[in-house]
């Protein structure tokens, strides 16, 4: 049977941790899909230094930053980039109504961090633009401009040192389907399988995509 924490070593996780190191974020993933209007759930956790939670909140956010300038063009405190969020909530005292269910991913990082370690929901509109990068004709290794998002979690009142933040990606399309997850030391069923490649290149028209005369295609059974 999969338990939590066979699913939390199978998948993996991302983590950062503010300049300070008194906050860490973990998150399962930093990719989202918007489909058929709604959003992905971000689901995550922060761990705090038990000094830092004197009688204070614990807030985490969701921002998205437009770039439609270089940086390295910037002059008098003049900034070619936005800023707005678009999902704000408290995490630390939880002020929910309704108890959010707990997932695989947070129950086991929560066991593994201790009682300094707290679960976090953020969600994202549908109206939401997908993250976009520009690529500028001259060479540039500034900020990336385009669209772009990040998660961010810190106390009420405290210093950009006391701030941990993660960039996430969003996406418009179909959902794909989740991996499978197998135990440790189990076949996977894809691995019993023999793949022959062609050496040669697919050869494409403009009306239908073509194999080459001396290629056959394979079909691998599950």
């Known amino acids: 049977m999969m338990t939590p924490e066979t699913a939390l070593n199978s998948q993996g996780m991302f983590k950062n941790s503010s300049p300070n190191k008194k906050l860490t974020i973990y998150l399962e993933s930093r990719d989202y899909v918007v489909d058929n209007g709604s959003a992905d759930k971000i689901q995550g956790v922060i761990h705090v230094e038990s000094a830092e939670l004197k009688n204070m909140k614990l807030l985490g956010q969701v921002t998205m930053i437009f770039r439609y300038g270089r940086d390295d063009k910037e002059v008098m405190g003049v900034e070619s980039c936005n800023e ?80 941990v933040r993660m960039g996430i990606r969003l996406f418009r399309g179909r959902r794909r389907p989740q991996p499978r997850l197998f ?40």
């Not at 002020?95 to 929901?121: M, N, W």
């Not at 440790?184 to 050496?199: D, G, I, Q, S, Y």
């Not at 040669?200 to 691998?220: G, I, M, T």
């Open 84 to 163: 707005t969020i678009v999902s704000l909530t408290q995490i630390w005292p939880p002020y929910y109504h309704v108890k959010q269910p707990i997932s695989a991913f947070q129950e086991t990082l929560i066991k593994r961090l201790g009682d300094y370690a707290f679960p976090f929901y953020l969600n994202i509109t549908h109206l939401a633009p997908p993250s976009i990068k520009l690529v500028p004709a001259k060479q540039y290794y500034g900020a990336p401009m385009g669209t772009s998002y990040d998660v961010r979690a810190y106390m009420e009142d405290s210093s950009r040192s006391n701030t």
């Open 183 to 222: 135990p440790p030391h189990a076949p996977h069923p894809t691995l019993n399988a023999l793949v022959w490649l062609p050496h040669q290149p697919f050869r494409y028209s403009r009306r239908s995509p073509e194999l080459a005369s001396n290629e056959v295609p394979h079909h691998v059974s599950p």
